[in-house]
C-alpha cells in the first residue's frame, strides 16, 4: 500500500532532501562525454518489486523530491509504474532525458504520473551537439520532447555541459531554448568522468574561465528579462564578482539568494544506481563513493552510518589540499565542488575549476593548466588523474584557448548592442585588476 512521506518533526532519520535515481544504465545515445559510459543496461539492475520497495524507503527518510535519470529513463519498461509509486508516496517526481525518442503520449503519460518538470540536455547547435551525443538526429529529438513536455502541460527545463564545442555557442543555445518556451537553464563545465576522461582535448583550461564567467553573467541577465533562466550548476562559480548572483534565482517563483557554502553530497543530495547501489550524490565515482547497496542495508541505515555518505558531516580544513588549503574561502567554500575535484586528482579537496583561482592566476600573470597523466579505466563513473602545472601569461607557441572573441553572438543581439563584446571583456579586466589592487597590494599591482 502507498505510504506518505513521514512527518520531519517525529522522522530521527530526516536527512537527504533530493534523490537522483538511475533507473537503469541503457541509453539510445552514444555520448562522447558521458560520465556514466551508459549504453547497455547493468548486469544485475533492481527488479520492479525491489524498486517499489526503494520507492517506499526514501519516502521513510523523507526525500521532498525523486529525479529519474539513467542512461535514459524510460528505456526501462517499468519506469511509469515506478513514477506512479513515487508520485503517490508524496514525493515530487522530476527527469533528466536526452529526448531522444520521446513522443508526444509519452509526455502526456508522464503527465498523468505526475512529473512536474523534465530537463532536456542540449549540449550545443544542431552539428556538435550531434556529435557530442553520438546520434545523428538527436538536436532535432531533443526540441521534440521540449514540445512534447510543453503540450503535455509539464515545465521544461533544458541543461548543458560548457566546454570546447559549446562555450562559443551559448548565446545561441539560449535563443534557441527561449524561442522553445524552456524555462529553467543549468549549465555545468564538462569534467573529465566516464567518457569525457578518454577525450581530454574537449576540457576547458582553468585559465580560460575569466572569459567564460562574463559570458555566463551575461546569459543570467538575459534570463532574468525573457526566460530561460540561467542556473550555473555546482561546478560553476566559487567567490569571483558574480558568485551571490549565480546562486540567486531572482524573479524566479522559488527565489533564493545566497552563495557557495560547501558540498551538498549526503547532506541534501542523495545518488541511486540502477543496480541499488547508494552514493552521496548521482555523479560521484562509483568506487569511491558507494555506501552500500539497499540489497544488503536498508536506506536509513546507509544514509546514517555509511561514511561514504556522511563524508560532508564532519569537515575540516585540513581535509583540503594544493590550493584550495590556502584560499581565504576554504573554511566556508570547503573546496568547491566534491565531484570536479575528485575526477580531476582522484582526490576532494582541490577544484581546479574556480573563478576566484582563475582570477588569482591572472592577476599574476600566470595560467594554470591541467594535464592527464594516468587513463581512466573504462568502467562507468571512472576518472584518469590530471596534474596542474602554473605557467607564465605570454610565449609564441603557447595555446590561444577560449576566448570572448570566439563567442557565436546571435546577429540581432549585437545590433541592439554593437559594444557587447568590448563591454564583457572589460568586466573581465576589470576582475582581474581588481583582484590585483585588493588582494596582491599596491607593490605588486606595480
Not at 532536456?120 to 538526429?137: A, I, Q, T, Y
Not at 541534501?268 to 541499488?276: N, P, S, V
Not at 575526477?343 to 600566470?366: I, K, M, Q, T, W
Request: glycine share 10%.
Amino acid at each position: 500500500m502507498p505510504i506518505t512521506a513521514p512527518d520531519p518533526v517525529k522522522s530521527p532519520y530526516l536527512r537527504t532532501t533530493y534523490a537522483v535515481w538511475e533507473l537503469t544504465l541503457k541509453c539510445n545515445l552514444k555520448c562522447i562525454h558521458c560520465g556514466s559510459r551508459a549504453g547497455a543496461k547493468r548486469p544485475d539492475e533492481l527488479s520492479t518489486a525491489e524498486a517499489m520497495d526503494l520507492v517506499h524507503q526514501l519516502a521513510e527518510v523523507g526525500i521532498g523530491e525523486v529525479s529519474m535519470i539513467g542512461g535514459e529513463a524510460f528505456l526501462r519498461p517499468d519506469w511509469l509504474d515506478i513514477a506512479r509509486e513515487i508520485k503517490a508516496c508524496g514525493m515530487r517526481l522530476t527527469m533528466t532525458t536526452g529526448g531522444y525518442g520521446m513522443t508526444p503520449k509519452m509526455a502526456e503519460e508522464m503527465a498523468k504520473a505526475g512529473f512536474t518538470g523534465v530537463s532536456v540536455s542540449v549540449d550545443g547547435l544542431r552539428k556538435e551537439h550531434n556529435l557530442l551525443r553520438g546520434r545523428e538526429r538527436s538536436w532535432s529529438w531533443c526540441f521534440k520532447a521540449i514540445e512534447a513536455i510543453r503540450n503535455a502541460g509539464m515545465k521544461c527545463g533544458a541543461n548543458t555541459q560548457i566546454n570546447r564545442l559549446s562555450a562559443p555557442q551559448l548565446p545561441q543555445i539560449f535563443t534557441h531554448l527561449r524561442d522553445a518556451g524552456v524555462y529553467t537553464w543549468q549549465l555545468q563545465f564538462t569534467v573529465p568522468m566516464g567518457n569525457a576522461a578518454d577525450r581530454p582535448e574537449l576540457l576547458l583550461q582553468p585559465w580560460e574561465l575569466g572569459d567564460v564567467f562574463p559570458l555566463i553573467h551575461y546569459l543570467w541577465l538575459r534570463g532574468v528579462e525573457e526566460r530561460p533562466y540561467v542556473y550555473p550548476g555546482n561546478n560553476i562559480g566559487y567567490f569571483g564578482p558574480y558568485e551571490r548572483r549565480f546562486r540567486t534565482m531572482e524573479g524566479h517563483e522559488t527565489e533564493s539568494h545566497g552563495f557557495w557554502s560547501g558540498s551538498t553530497a549526503g547532506v541534501l543530495t542523495l545518488g541511486i544506481e540502477a543496480d541499488g547501489t547508494i552514493k552521496a550524490d548521482p555523479s560521484l565515482p562509483t568506487d569511491d563513493y558507494a555506501g552500500g547497496n539497499i540489497r544488503d542495508t536498508s536506506l536509513r541505515e546507509l544514509i546514517r552510518e555509511a561514511d561514504q555518505l556522511t563524508f560532508n558531516d564532519n569537515f575540516d580544513v585540513r581535509d583540503l589540499w594544493g590550493f584550495c588549503r590556502s584560499c581565504e574561502f576554504a573554511e566556508i567554500c570547503r573546496g568547491g565542488d566534491t565531484w570536479t575535484a575528485h575526477v580531476f586528482f582522484d582526490r576532494r579537496g582541490n577544484n581546479p575549476y574556480c573563478h576566484h583561482r582563475s582570477l588569482y592566476h591572472a592577476a599574476r600573470g600566470e595560467r594554470e593548466l591541467v594535464q592527464l597523466r594516468t587513463r581512466a579505466c573504462g568502467v562507468p563513473f571512472d576518472n584518469g588523474v590530471f596534474g596542474t602545472e602554473i605557467v607564465a601569461e605570454g610565449g609564441a607557441e603557447q595555446e590561444r584557448g577560449f576566448t570572448l572573441d570566439d563567442v557565436q553572438w546571435p546577429e540581432g543581439w549585437l545590433g541592439a548592442d554593437p559594444e557587447l563584446p568590448a563591454r564583457l571583456a572589460g568586466e573581465r579586466d576589470r576582475a582581474i585588476e581588481a583582484w590585483r589592487a585588493t588582494r596582491i597590494g599596491w607593490s605588486e599591482a606595480g
